[in-house]
Structure formats: C-alpha cells, structure tokens
C-alpha cells in the first residue's frame, strides 16, 4: 500500500535576509544566488516537518510493516538549473516554529524560524549546534551514516521522491527527535564551505516547491509504501495463459465517493471472456477466477490531471480471498474533492516465450469526499 501524510509545518529560510520569516509562503525555495562579481554568494534551505504519530501507531498495530518512506516535493517552476547536482534531506536537530510571515511582507516578518533565529527574533533563541562554541546560522542538522538522503537532478525541472527510510526509521526509534528534514544542497553550517554546491560560486539556478500552503494539490507529503498483499484463494480457480488476453475484470460495489476517513476494501472480478462450455450447477461465464499472484498490481491516477499517484509496484500487489481479489486504500492519504481512476496491470509468464503483460483501464473512478 501507498499511504501518503501531508507536511505538518514547513518555511523556507534565507541566507540573505536572517531574520525573515516565510511560514505561509506558498513555494518552498532551495535557491543559491551568486553576484555578477562572484564575490557574493547567498543561499536559501527548506524546513518540513510531518507527524508521524499515526504511522507509529500503525506499525505497532502490524497494520504497516517493514516500509519504505520517500519524501515528494512538487515542482513549482524551477530556474536555470545546472546539468546535473542533487539535492539533500538531513534530520533537523532542535525543534522551530513555522511562524505566519510572507517573504514579501514589508516590514518583513521576524516572528517564527529564520536563519538566524529557531522561534523568530522576539524568543531570540538562536540555531546553535553541540560541536560549535557559537551560535550558527541557517539551521542545525544531524549527519552521518543513516542521516542522509539524497536525490540527483538534471537540467530539466522535475519532482523529487527522496527515499529517507533510514532517517524516518531513526525517527520512529526514538534514537533522535522528529524535528523534520532540512532541505538543501552540499553545505556546511552557516554556508563557510568555499568548496561545497552551497558555498561555491558555481551557478546552479533555484529549486522551487510546492508547500503545504499551496493552493495547488502538490503539498509536500511524506509517502509510505508497504506490500500489504495476502494470498488465499480458497476452492477459486486461478486464470493463466492465453485466457488472460481475453478476459474480463469489473469492480464489484464500487460506489462513486467514499469519505476521506474511510478505510475501503476494492474488490475486482476476473472471468474468462469466452469461457468453454462444462457441465455444471454454476453458468460457465459466472465463474470468478484469480488473477495470477505476486504479479498482479493496481494503479491510482489523478482522473484531472492523469498524473500517477501510486504506480505499479510492490507497494501496489492485488490481494485475494476465497471470494476473488482485492485491494485496501486508507483514503485520508488522498486529497478530498478530487476524483481518482483505477487500472490494473497482471503480467504472467515473466522470461518465457509465453510471456503476457496486460493492461485493464476499463474508467473505474471514485471520489474521495470531506
């Protein structure tokens, strides 16, 4: 399953202005600018944060096990990007307030986090780290072994997905505090690595995301992603071979909306299109058949834009019972008012010459409702 949480609190902070806040700033900003001198080089990082409160909670109930979670910014329009760098994610290290400021306020806003202050300039707490006798400045972070991820980009803009399994696993064990991730290119403390992407005055352009202000439906969301399939078909018979080139599957009960609460069970029936003739109590054609295990999957597309938003994959296995196969979605992973189609993928015969893989878009469309 793909289980997606929506960022908690995030803001952009920036080098060249210290004391400014951006909590409600609708774009998150991992930008570097550089003087026509070279002389000058500033530079902006991203905070987010998610609670992971019921993704805890669910992997103590079993109900989650042994996931993998990325980090997903969306692109909002990225600018004169280099060919290639990559971008980072590390663990924030001490807690910061998201404050309620503009990057276009005049005057500006200094209540909430900045890159001098964790809280904003009335607190006046400042980011400080345990190894430096000072305070410094653009936020503290945890490195190391399994306190870092990463991500490369090309030239062309795109949306990121951050496999950071060990940092939120480090998360979830207690061994460091939620604080959320730092999002930023290679730098140290303060931006005094004269060698790193950051420091550097090697133009790379600006990154620029969606935030969980956005009135778009590209927030930041932190995905989980956990084979939840179970296999059990009963006295149901499985359909192999050339059958599944002409078969066909329907869902069964699916209603138009379900409400963004809802833990909902989808269930799909297979037959055989032209099944042979036999003797028995029950008609041929209403024969329910299996699809082939471990190689069957089901996808979620945005109906609106097309876009993927759980693709086929291990996360995304069909299950099945004696009653036929089926699938769980946990709705308020999903935006409410927004519509979402369903198609299916079996695959069968992998590296024989009999080898078949078949797509099922037959329109199934539900709506995810408030």
């Known amino acids: 399953m793909h289980y997606f949480t929506f960022a908690e609190k995030d803001s952009t902070i920036y080098e060249a202005s210290s004391s400014l806040n951006s909590g409600l700033d609708e774009i998150l900003e991992v930008r570097k600018d550089v003087s026509d001198s070279g002389n000058t080089v500033t530079v902006s990082r991203a905070l987010i944060r998610f609670d992971l409160t019921y993704i805890s909670a669910s992997m103590v109930r079993k109900s989650i096990t042994n996931p993998k979670f990325y980090l997903n910014l969306y692109d909002a329009g990225q600018t004169a990007l280099a060919t290639s760098q990559s971008l980072y994610a590390y663990p924030v290290s001490g807690s910061w307030t998201m404050g309620d400021g503009r990057s276009y306020d005049n005057p500006i806003t200094e209540e909430g986090c900045s890159w001098k202050y964790r809280n904003g300039s009335t607190d006046g707490v400042l980011w400080t780290h345990p190894a430096l006798p000072i305070s410094s400045s653009g936020a503290v972070w945890i490195s190391g072994s399994g306190y870092e991820a990463s991500h490369s980009i090309g030239h062309k803009t795109e949306d990121v997905r951050m496999d950071v399994t060990d940092i939120v696993n480090k998360w979830l064990s207690a061994d ?132 993927v938003v759980v693709p086929y994959g291990s996360g995304s296995l069909l299950s099945c019972d004696s009653n036929g196969n089926y699938f769980n979605l946990w709705m308020d992973g999903y935006q409410p008012e927004r519509y979402y189609t369903i198609e299916y993928r079996v695959q069968s015969g992998s590296g024989t010459t009999d080898e078949i893989d078949q797509y099922f878009d037959e329109g199934f469309t539900f709506k995810v409702s408030l």
């Open 176 to 307: 460091i505090s939620n604080e959320g991730f730092l999002v930023k290119r290679s730098g140290s403390i303060g931006n005094t690595d004269s060698g790193s992407d950051e420091g550097s005055t090697k133009r790379l352009g600006s990154l620029l995301f969606f935030s969980s202000d956005t009135h778009t439906k590209y927030p930041p969301t932190l995905e989980t992603v956990w084979n939840d399939s179970k296999w059990s078909t009963g006295s149901l018979s499985p359909i192999t071979g050339s059958d599944l080139e002409d078969s066909l599957i329907y869902m069964k009960g699916l209603r138009p909306e379900y409400k963004e609460k809802s833990k909902v069970r989808f269930r799909l029936v297979c037959r055989e299109r032209f099944p042979a003739k036999t003797y028995s109590t029950t008609p041929s054609n209403l024969l329910v058949k299996t699809l082939p295990s471990a190689s069957s999957y089901y996808s979620i597309k945005d109906a609106e834009t097309h876009e």
